[in-house]
C-alpha cells in the first residue's frame, strides 16, 4: 500500500521552478486525482481551468504576482485555477444548510489531492490564494457569480531538497479522550 | 514514489465497521499527517479532538445519528473531531482578507490528510459534516466561539471491497487552455 506520510512529508510548496516545461498529461492525472476528492453529499463542487499554452501562462502569472511575495510566479510552467461550483446537496441535507456550506473544506480537499498527485509524479506546486481575481475572471472567461478558490502554479522544482516543515508540535494542537 | 493515485482510488467512505478496535498509535499517526497539512500563511487553523474511549466514543456516536442515515456511525471504533481554530495570517495578507479567509479550505485539506493517513494504515472513515454541535460542544469541552468543522469516524472495514467512484466526467469538470 502507498505509504501517505511519506508523501505529505515530501509534498512542500515549490517557488523555485525549473526551465524544464510540464507533460499534458501529468497535468491531466493531477486533475484526475482532483476529480476523485471526496466531497459533502458527493456534490464535486468544483471546476478546473488547466493553463497551459506559454502566452497564457505568462497572463495567468501576472496576475498572481499581486504580492511581491509571489514573483516566483513567473517561472511556473503552468496553472491550475480552481473554481466553486453550485453544489447540489441531498435532499435531507439541503433541508438543514445553504447549498455552499461543505464547499470551501470539499475545494480545499480537491486542491491538496490535485498537488499530492502532482508531487507523485515529481512535479512541484505552489497554492496561491491572493491574487488579482478580476484579471484571472477576464483571461479565463469564468463568470463573476463563481468564485476562483485558488490558483496553483507547476512546474518541476529546481532542487529536490525536502525542507523540515515548520508545525505546531502535536501537544498543542491534538488532546485524547 | 508513493503513487497517490493507487491511495485516491482505494480510500474510501467506510459505513460499515468491523468489531476489531483501533489501535492508539495508529490513530496519532493520522492526527501526524493532519498537522502536516499545507495551509494559508502556514496559519494551521486547526485542531483535533480523538475520541478513543469507549464510553466517550458512544456517546460521540449519538451526538452523530441526527440524521437516520447515519446510523453506521453507532460501530463506529474512534472518532476524530475537527476544530477551528484562529488564523494568524501574516501582516501583508491580513490586511486584505479577514483572519479565517483560508480556514475552511485548510480544514478540508487537513480531514483529507487525516483519511489518507488513516486508509495507508489500513483504517476505514467516512467523514460526517451534520451531526449535533451544541452536544460536541458539551461532551469535549469545546469553547462556543469554536466551530467544530467536521466529525470523522474510523474502524477496520468490514470489507475491503473497494467500490468505483461516483464521479462528474472530467471533459465536465476540467478544461484545457
Not at 3 to 12: F, N
Not at 61 to 75: P, R, S
Not at 94 to 110: C, E, M, N, P, T
Not at 130 to 139: G, V
Request: aromatic share 8%; proline share 4%; charged share 30%.
Amino acid at each position: 500500500m502507498a505509504d501517505y506520510m511519506e508523501l505529505a512529508l515530501k509534498r512542500q510548496s515549490c517557488r523555485q521552478f525549473a526551465e524544464k516545461p510540464v507533460e499534458h498529461e501529468k497535468l491531466a492525472k493531477c486533475v484526475e486525482a482532483a476529480r476523485l476528492t471526496p466531497s459533502g453529499c458527493n456534490a464535486q463542487p468544483w471546476s478546473f481551468v488547466v493553463v497551459e499554452s506559454p502566452d497564457m501562462v505568462a497572463e495567468v502569472a501576472k496576475a498572481t504576482m499581486q504580492l511581491d511575495i509571489n514573483q516566483y510566479m513567473a517561472k511556473a510552467k503552468a496553472f491550475f485555477v480552481v473554481v466553486e461550483e453550485y453544489a447540489q446537496l441531498i435532499p435531507k441535507i439541503a433541508k438543514i444548510v445553504h447549498s455552499q456550506y461543505f464547499a470551501r473544506g470539499d475545494l480545499g480537499a480537491a486542491a491538496l489531492s490535485l498537488c499530492l498527485e502532482a508531487e507523485s509524479q515529481g512535479l512541484g506546486t505552489c497554492m496561491v490564494g491572493i491574487f488579482d481575481r478580476t484579471k484571472i475572471r477576464e483571461l479565463l472567461n469564468i463568470p463573476k457569480d463563481k468564485d476562483v478558490f485558488i490558483v496553483i502554479a507547476v512546474g518541476y522544482a529546481e532542487s529536490d531538497k525536502v525542507r523540515k516543515k515548520d508545525r505546531k508540535p502535536l501537544e498543542e494542537i491534538a488532546r485524547f479522550v
